[in-house]
């Protein structure tokens, strides 16, 4: 099992920019992947971006959020990051980092979660 707590949420305005962090206790991730979904109020949580913790050049993303989002992490702190760029209204959720040793586009085959941070792009 693994321990996941997300921080750097907030209330931006359309166009800025918000870096989510998600750090990470417990067990190794070697074998783990690693993804950050997003529920907006009355939606499904879905995929925003995952990579499996040892092979980020295969960082997957939803299209709506390609070229926008950048998915990074840092082996030494444990840590997960969602860079958000370009940020527009349709981004406002509440977004969720998750781990589990299989990867699925679905949310729920992930075992793995944290509380969750929202995130509010409003003008």
């Known amino acids: 099992q693994v321990q996941l707590v997300e921080s750097g949420g907030g209330l931006v305005q359309p166009g800025d920019s918000l870096r989510l962090s998600c750090s990470i206790s417990?067990?190794?991730?070697?074998?783990?992947?690693m993804g950050w979904f997003r529920q907006a109020p009355g939606k499904d949580r879905i995929l925003v971006a995952a990579?499996?913790?040892?092979?980020?050049?295969?960082?997957v993303y939803a299209d709506s959020v390609k070229d926008r989002f950048v998915m990074s992490r840092d082996f030494v702190k444990r840590e997960v990051y969602l860079e958000m760029n370009n940020l527009k209204i349709e981004d406002t959720a509440v977004y969720f980092c998750?781990?589990?040793?299989?990867?699925?586009?679905?949310?729920?085959?992930?075992?793995?979660w944290g509380q969750g941070t929202q995130v509010t792009v409003s003008s």
């Open positions: 998750a781990a589990d040793q299989s990867f699925s586009n679905s949310s729920s085959a992930w075992r793995n």
């Open positions: 417990g067990r190794s991730l070697s074998t783990y992947y």
């Open positions: 990579f499996p913790w040892t092979g980020i050049t295969r960082t």
